[in-house]
């Protein structure tokens, strides 16, 4: 382990570039927007504020509308054909200012612009554009820093998953007793007490797996023939041996 952990590059400000520029759970697709955190960015940050702040500044211009004009019932909406704009009723035609302009007519309601509203209008829309062409950018200027550090990052992916693998296995091995296998150049095998890693740990809480033993040698033993009735551990016993064989193998 020490040995893998001595190959590890240092990419702690990589790291915390990452972290600073990027949302703790970021969208599954970047077209969504909303990966780039907030305080990274000053433009940005400015930029979201406005397109948030659109609810007040609307329910403000409503509440300022229906004071100037004496229409209680006056409503500001919005749809995708005109953008926004203020609905009055039939019964407050009269009341209505002159700097309205007429957009569309409904059967019991007119519906019209104002070059305020239109005014913010511009500005949300284009402030939702911006945000959309900067967050992109901010996010491809943070893939070409990433880049400079491929080659480091992969050979840390690679370090850590051996790493993984090895702690993974000696934490099996701990919780399950397992023994150091000796590995010699003679062609033997010899099982003392083996279990079936797999079986063992499906086991309900309380039964104990009964262990096997087995030896293996060109002078004694090449071959061994094992009866039994169905469902009585013959193929679970092949199997144990082969997998402990690869435990061994593999180091665990």
Known sequence: LNRLVDRLHDTSELTQLIRRALVEDPPISISKGGYIR??????LDELRQ???????????LQKKER???????LKIGYNN?????????????????????????L???ERYVTPELKEYEEKVLAAEEKIEALERELFENLQKQVLTQAREVQENARVLAMVDIATGLADV????NYTRPALEEEPI??????RHPVVETLLPLGERFTPNDLEMNPEKSQIHIITGPNMSGKSTFLRQVG??????????
Do not use: C
């Open 38 to 43: 907030e305080t990274y960015h000053a433009e």
């Open 50 to 60: 406005l397109a948030r702040s659109g609810k007040s500044w609307i329910a403000g």
């Open 67 to 73: 004071q100037r004009t004496g229409i209680p019932s």
């Open 243 to 252: 997998l402990v064989v690869v435990l061994a193998q593999m180091g665990s």
């Open 81 to 105: 054909v005109f953008g926004y704009y203020l609905e009055v009723t039939k019964t407050h035609q009269d009341k209505v200012p002159e700097d309205y302009i007429r957009k569309q007519t």
């Open 189 to 194: 095998l010899s099982l003392k007490e083996s």
């Open 107 to 109: 059967v019991n309601a």
């Open 173 to 176: 091995a701990v919780r399950n």
